[in-house]
Structure formats: C-alpha cells, structure tokens
C-alpha cells in the first residue's frame, strides 16, 4: 500500500518540493527542501532518487558538508566572529549548494534514463572526483571557521578563513567547468 502524505499547507515551500521531487524534478526539489529550511529531506531526496554508487556517495557527503557549514556559520555568529567572514561563509555555501542541487538533478534525470554508456559512466567518474575535492574544500574551511570562533578575532585568523574559503570557491568553480564542459 502506497505512502500517502497529508500536506497541511500544500502552497508552502515544503509541500512545493515534495511535488517536484515527485514529478522527477529533483534538482528544483532539492533547492526547494533547503529553502523551506529541511536539510534531512534534501538528503533524503538524493539518496532515494540517485544511482547507488561512488557519486551518491560523493553528493550526500558533499551536502552534509554544506549543512554543516550553515550550521558552523550560526554557532560562529553566536560567538562574535566578524560579519564580513560570516557572510562569505554563508555566501559560499548557498552557491555551493546550488551547484549540488543542479547536479543532483541532472544525474537524477540522467540515471531515470538507464544508459550505462562509456561516456556517461566516465562522466559520473569526472564528477565524483570534483564532488569529493569540492567536499574536502568545504570540511577545511569549517576548520577554519571553527579556528576563527577559538581565536581572538585577529586578521590573521579572518585571512584564514578567507583563504580556505577562496579553496571552496575554486572547487566549486572547477566543478562548475568541468561540467559545462562535459555535461553527464
């Protein structure tokens, strides 16, 4: 018997982004599940509508990274690391997450497709490598972060954190052209 889910309000974001990911709109689907402010639907949401395999793998660590910088972003405010830090930090994460979600949604679509050609295997390869270095970016600027909430509020600290996240943004970027580049 099917799962029927009651939609209290079905004009609210929420209700929006289970209707998308219905539909196999994935992509809109994840972007939608983070506005509406649940995390552990997105997760849910590449989990259940990617292949199994080193790319899943490689989106759903990606993602939790995000939301874990989100997360680092509000315990760093609380305490008292400097503004124009926190809002690169969160600027970075939304763009980063954004570039997932797209990502998320053209595999999705791709794998509905049922093709395991050798070019499109090779692109699920490119892809994971990029999702995994964009992964390692995104956890070493959280240690920054989490530097910066220790230190005394210095430059040097901000240099820091600004560095690690230059590292986030020329993942992103890398990714972001590989994949204009060879699309899945």
């Keep these: 018997m099917p799962i029927v889910e009651l939609e209290w309000n079905p004009l609210s974001v929420a209700s929006r982004a289970a209707r998308a990911e219905r539909a196999g709109r994935v992509g809109e689907a994840l ?54 830090v926190l809002r690169q930090m969160h600027d970075s994460a ?23 050609a050798r070019g499109v295997l090779e692109g699920y390869g490119r892809e994971t490598a990029k999702i995994t270095a964009l992964g390692s970016a995104i956890q070493q600027a959280r240690e920054g972060l989490a530097e910066a909430t220790l230190a005394d509020k210095g430059a040097g600290d901000v240099n820091v954190v600004s560095m690690r996240l230059r590292a986030v943004s020329d993942a992103a970027r890398s990714l972001r052209e590989e994949y204009d580049a060879n699309p899945l």
């Design 94 to 116: 939304k763009t980063t997450g954004d570039l997932l979600w797209g990502i998320g949604g053209r595999v999705a679509a791709a794998s509905l497709q049922r093709v395991e």
């Design 31 to 84: 972007a939608l599940y983070v506005q509406a402010g649940q995390p552990g639907r997105a997760l849910e949401c590449l989990h259940l509508n990617l292949p199994a395999g080193p790319l899943r793998d490689a989106l759903l660590r990606a993602a939790e990274s995000v939301f874990a910088l989100v997360d680092s972003t509000a315990i760093a405010r609380r305490a008292g690391v400097p503004e124009t």
